[in-house]
């Protein structure tokens, strides 16, 4: 009985503290609170949650976009979350779009890859008031709130009228271009084409797919050159396509054997820069993915304050060569 006693008052004891603690604790926290709220101060305010989604998870143009944001989200003390289809897949894309608007998060980055697939679920999110700044190819007929990107149809006039200069204006043309549907991708096909429709010498003899893969821009490569074995001049419309063309003329011997191919690429990834030097690609068209990742969350940012931001931030574009990269073209 007294044993019995003893437990039942150690364990009121314990109780007892337990209580006690815990008012105290809150006692000191409504303390804190009180005098924040009176000194203005805006406690316990959540951080801002932003979603960049790319095109391609581990695509390393993406990359760059993602260190760009990463850079900006770190400065401004948000939270940046990055992700993206393990391979290029608009189906995906949307699915990982409708994931981020249903968790609620406070804004979005990302395409507007094809307007009548991107444009309604923009529409959605901008119903339930989760603003889309697209990045690097643009819905311009949505509610996105801004463009931050090249302007692609430019790039592409770009590449056509470089196209024209290495050529004297004759060549036998093939495009392999990163999707057919892709918004960016059918303005810089577009723009190349018009840059050179007044030159009759120079043909565009067909247009290929590689669905941003480098093997897959190989494989469009090999088989657009058996088709048509006159090609001198080979383009590539997105990243990796350059460097599939070169994959494939190394593989067949072709840029040094059996007549040299010429190659205009898009983009300044090192491997690019590589080849240029080593003059297996002549020239290429280079954007910003860096400054569009950065601009993006900078520009999300400022609307999220409510601050009136530019629709369309075109980041630029310019054709470099060798000689841009060794300073003397030697
Ligand atoms: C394009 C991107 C694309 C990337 C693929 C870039 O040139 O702007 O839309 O995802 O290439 O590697």
Redesign the pocket.
Known sequence: MLRTNKILYIILFALFITFSCFAIYNAVKAMHYSNNISSGNVIDKPQLHLVLIS??YD?P??RLVQQGAREAAQQKGVELEYLGPAR?DVKEHIKILEMAIASKVDGIIT?GLEETEFTPIINEAARLGIPIITV??DAPRSKRVAYVG?DNYAAGYMAGRELVTQSGGRAEVAIIT?SFT?S??KDRVKGLKDAVKNYPGIHILDVAESN?SRIQSAASAYNLEQQYPEIDTFVG????DGLGIAQMLKEMGSGTLRKTIRIIA??DLPETLTLINQRVIESTIV?QPFIMGRESVNLMLDYLKGEKIVTVLNTDAKVIHREDLTGTGD
């Open positions: 095109q391609e695509n143009y993406w290029a395409q690097d190819s090249t990163g892709a960016n991708q941003i419309t997105s990243a990796l898009f983009d954007q």
